[in-house]
């Protein structure tokens, strides 16, 4: 048998930019500007340049990016936040962290991404109930596809709502030509080290074209600080990007676009092999993804994952509840049988093995296996 791949092969890719990266950390370590050193401010204007929007500003995770992005916008108590119920935890947990109330949305089933006309319900639904002030919705793009920015914005604007995009795993994605960051008045990306673009520990950013949001961004990631560090005019946090994280992806934005054209090739052939037996991520027209997952849906999923794992095909579940179903938000949701389409996803979801490292034979060797067990557990 052959031995067990990795999910995510970074060492593949740590391989291939060995030389820029010690030259890069090894500039810091001469510099020694290790918290908002220059290679914080170089990335941002290289994300700038990269995105096509007008601020990014580094910070220390995804969530981070999330938490900061609701409290510029003053959102708190009493405040409703609309989300997908099929995410990732961290999403939720940036609301109830800064005391709103999170309203999980069902999401469509090809694609997993937010319903539209379910969170236009959602928010008719709290503005009849009049008890929770309907303030912002984050957007997941989940898998590393943009979410239906097209039809989102009107709404957002409609509703007076601020539109927030989780892009912790879409860094890199486009829709119809225009790049992440600059498909929502406000992005949050997550440089975690599998996301499609990752450092090396935890990092993050936050996007805008708005130069007073930005502004405060800067100001709540360093303590809430106003013209001198020790002028503090609100409430902050620890929240700053470290210089040696910015420098490692200065390195890895060089080859990133290559990487991305790599993660859309493994994913047309895994579509190729697969099409027709499994349920193929569900493409939205004009997106193309950044491929942070390949996501298949199958029946009887555990069994096949079982079967992947006893020939040494890694998988991942992302993810096994939806968050109105965790003990941590149940509080918030409406129970089992609420949002019917984040229930059955979490049932059959699989996420095979994807980074810009794998090569054909490997591709191959997965998908022959995902028939084979298929045929042993048919669906
Ligand atoms: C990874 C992730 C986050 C959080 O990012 P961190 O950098 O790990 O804090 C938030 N939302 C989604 C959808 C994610 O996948």
Redesign the pocket.
């Known amino acids: 048998m052959s031995p067990p791949l990795p999910f995510v092969n970074l060492a593949a890719q740590t391989k291939r930019l060995r030389g820029v990266l010690d030259a890069h950390i090894g500039a810091v370590l001469d510099h020694g500007r290790f918290i908002l050193g220059p290679e914080v401010a170089e990335l941002e204007a290289a994300l700038v340049a990269f995105i096509g929007a007008r601020h990014v500003v580094g910070v220390a ?6 938490q900061i992005a609701l409290m510029a916008d003053g959102i708190g108590r009493g405040d409703a936040v609309f989300l997908p119920a099929f ?2 935890t ?2 939720a947990e940036a609301v109830l962290a800064v005391g709103a109330e999170p309203v999980f949305i069902d999401v469509d089933q090809a694609t997993c991404l937010i319903d539209v006309d379910d969170l236009a319900r959602g928010v008719e639904t709290v503005k009849r109930a009049g008890r929770a002030r309907p303030r912002a919705i984050i957007a ?3 898998y590393g596809q943009p979410a239906d920015y097209a039809r989102l914005g009107p709404l957002a604007r409609r509703e007076g709502l601020v539109l927030v995009a ?1 892009g ?2 879409s860094c890199g994605a486009s829709l119809d030509g225009r790049r992440v960051g600059a498909l929502a008045p406000v992005t ?1 990306l ?3 080290p599998s ?1 499609p673009l990752g450092c090396f520990g ?3 950013a936050l996007v805008t074209d708005e130069e007073p949001r930005a502004a405060l961004y800067r100001s709540i990631r360093a303590h809430g600080a106003g013209t001198s560090k020790y002028d503090i005019v609100r409430l902050g946090m620890n929240g700053r990007l470290d210089t040696l994280q910015a420098a490692v992806l200065l390195a890895k934005l060089t080859v990133f676009e290559d990487e991305l054209r790599a993660r859309e090739r493994i994913a047309q052939r895994y579509d190729q092999a697969l099409g027709g037996r499994v349920g193929l991520p569900g493409r939205r027209a004009g997106a193309a993804s950044a491929w ?1 997952c390949y996501t298949i849906q199958v029946d009887r999923r555990d069994q096949v994952r079982a079967r992947l794992a006893e020939v040494g095909i890694p998988t991942m579940v992302y993810y096994p509840a939806p968050m109105h179903l965790q003990p941590a938000f149940a509080a918030w949701g409406g129970g089992a049988g609420s949002l019917p389409m984040s229930e059955a996803l979490a049932a059959r979801v699989l996420s095979l093995p994807m980074h810009a490292y794998l090569d054909e034979a490997t591709v191959d060797r997965i998908t022959g296996a995902v028939l084979d067990a298929l045929e042993q557990h048919p669906v």
């Open positions: 995770s995804g969530t981070v990016a999330l995410t990732f961290a999403t997941v793009d989940l989780d912790a795993q949050a997550s440089f975690f996301k935890d990092g993050g942070a």
